[in-house]
Antibody, heavy 120, light 107 residues
Framework: QVQLVQSGAEVKKPGASVKVSCKAS????????INWVRQATGQGLEWMGW????????GYAQKFQGRVTMTRNTSISTAYMELSSLRSEDTAVYYCAREYTAAAGFIDLWGRGTLVTVSS | VIWMTQSPSLLSASTGDRVTISCRMSQGISSYLAWYQQKPGKAPELLIY???TLQSGVPSRFSGSGSGTDFTLTISCLQSEDFATYYCQQYYSFPHTFGQGTKLEIK
């Protein structure tokens, strides 16, 4: 069925990097933009950026510029989000999410989330 | 950056009630607004897009209205499964910001 399957939980030390994967199935991976959204425990949703899996073009929220990199491997229908220079405030569930149609802007399919814990 | 004010942050209501949630933008976004529902421990789910278009499979008791800077999500007759947190999201310009969320709890 149509789904996004994310990689498992991660525990990282401050200053390290984390790379979360998101494997798409049940649809044509390159036809829909992928967004990344995070949510700290008990907090709201925070939009991080988007990637066009066909072209590889990306756009990042200013807050994450210079620390986040979104990439993909089309041969295995997988998107990646790497966040570097981790700090405790980056502890959150990270979601990958598919836009409704190409460049629609809003999201109709979400992964189940990946918990990233940053702790010394 | 477009700033969003979602209100109220907490809403207490009973089954069968009609409730409204508001989302106000710092600048006009035409109808580029979506609403999501999130239950504890789960990913959000799309309810409404283009301010008023109901996503397939979403019950008709949910409705959205507004354009420009002021938007509303209405649930006409609350069911037990509707108690959750609701978020608006603008997708008019980057970054595609979310509102702060409204937790709908049982009175």
């Amino acid at each position: 069925q149509v789904q996004l399957v994310q990689s498992g939980a991660e525990v990282k030390k401050p200053g390290a990097s984390v790379k979360v994967s998101c494997k798409a199935s049940g649809y044509t991976f390159t036809s829909y933009d992928i967004n990344w959204v995070r949510q700290a425990t008990g907090q709201g949703l925070e939009w991080m950026g988007w990637m066009n899996p066909n072209s590889g073009n990306t756009g990042y929220a200013q807050k994450f510029q210079g620390r986040v990199t979104m990439t993909r491997n089309t041969s295995i229908s997988t998107a990646y989000m790497e966040l570097s220079s981790l700090r405790s405030e980056d502890t959150a569930v990270y979601y990958c999410a598919r836009e409704y149609t190409a460049a629609a802007g809003f999201i109709d399919l979400w992964g189940r989330g990946t918990l990233v814990t940053v702790s010394s | 950056v477009i700033w969003m004010t979602q209100s109220p942050s907490l809403l207490s209501a009973s089954t069968g009630d009609r409730v409204t949630i508001s989302c106000r933008m710092s600048q006009g976004i035409s109808s580029y607004l979506a609403w999501y529902q999130q239950k504890p421990g789960k990913a959000p789910e799309l309810l409404i897009y283009a301010a008023s278009t109901l996503q397939s499979g979403v019950p008709s008791r949910f409705s959205g209205s507004g354009s420009g800077t002021d938007f509303t999500l209405t649930i006409s007759c609350l069911q037990s499964e509707d108690f959750a947190t609701y978020y608006c999201q603008q997708y008019y310009s980057f970054p595609h910001t979310f509102g702060q969320g409204t937790k709908l709890e049982i009175k």
